[in-house]
């Protein structure tokens, strides 16, 4: 009775949602407190700092839920809280589920220590590199990709083995997934920094900056999606690198920077790397943002070379 009442209730929330609802056990433990917060949903800030804390799945869609506090009225201290816990789950949680929500809620934030963040948790993706989270940093400084070991973030001496979450870490195809929605992140920051990252992740900057991970095809596919979303000119010039280094060898790769430096530029010249190198040698002009619109039509191929 009760699963039939909740369902005609909650329909117009979509079938999936129903019925992760009534199955749920919080339903069968809580059924009325169930169906009051599936319809009206907690505030995400409540949920995420909760004691004690909430389950696994609760804070996984708080944390798909939550919006930046200084853009939605909260204060620069609510800003600074909450990005303390996102670096935490992002870059050490021992659930690769709550990582993923956290990554995602990161690529919603402004504020430019996001940056650094999604950095950090790209290099601890493994889930066995470890370094103590760090004090959150401050808004003007962006952790360096160069003179690091492999782009892995340095350790202390002595803390090496004592902060190992497991035997083994994440498997392999789930550390590179974490490691491509950080990348894809970045991409959304929009930033310099951001983009010189992705472009050594890419390959573009030889073989002196190499991020652990960047061995991975689908890892450097997922930086030169990135680079394709992040407006700056230092990745049409990663892209362009990209090309002419892929032309002929990797068809993904080429076919994706091809297609960023086109939606970064607006200039639908061919996948030719001597032309695109013409582009960047003159003087790099962005093109504004695509609209809907032109987003739709680039996504079903209504123009190709």
């Known amino acids: 009775m009760w699963i039939v009442v909740v369902a005609v209730t909650l329909s117009a929330t979509g079938c999936a949602h129903v019925w992760d609802t009534v199955t749920s056990r919080r339903f069968r433990e809580q059924p009325f407190k169930t169906v009051r917060n599936a319809i009206v949903p907690e505030d995400p800030l409540i949920v995420l700092f909760a004691d004690p804390p909430r389950t696994g799945d609760e804070r996984a869609k708080a944390l ?135 472009a050594a992740v890419a390959g573009s900057e030889g073989k002196e900056i190499v991020p652990v991970g960047s061995d991975d095809v689908e890892v450097r596919q997922a930086a030169v999606r990135g680079l394709a979303q992040c407006r700056q000119p230092e990745a049409v010039v990663a892209l362009a690198r990209v090309l002419e280094a892929q032309a002929g060898k990797d ?29 960047v040698q003159a003087n790099i002009e962005l093109a504004p943002e695509p609209s809907w619109i032109q987003q739709a039509i680039e996504r079903v191929g209504f123009w190709n070379y």
């Open 64 to 198: 798909y839920r939550l919006q930046e506090p200084l853009r939605n009225g909260g204060t620069a201290e609510d800003q600074d809280r909450v990005l303390e816990l996102l670096a935490h789950i992002a870059t050490s949680d021992s659930s690769i589920i709550l990582r993923n929500a956290a990554i995602d809620a990161l690529s919603r934030f402004h504020d430019p220590r996001v940056v650094a963040i999604l950095m950090q948790a790209y290099q601890q993706a493994d889930g066995v590199t470890q370094v103590p989270t760090p004090k959150l940093p401050d808004p003007h400084t962006i952790m360096p990709i160069g003179g690091l070991s492999a782009g892995r973030a340095p350790t202390r001496p002595g803390t090496e083995p004592s902060l190992l979450m497991g035997p083994t870490g994440f498997a392999p195809d789930h550390a590179a997934a974490l490691r491509c929605r950080c990348l894809e992140a970045l991409g959304k920051t929009q930033t310099a920094d951001a983009a010189r990252f992705l």
């Open 251 to 279: 068809a993904i790769l080429a076919r994706g920077a091809h297609r960023g430096l086109v939606r970064l530029t607006g200039k639908k010249l061919p996948p030719d790397p001597a032309r695109w190198n013409e582009v």
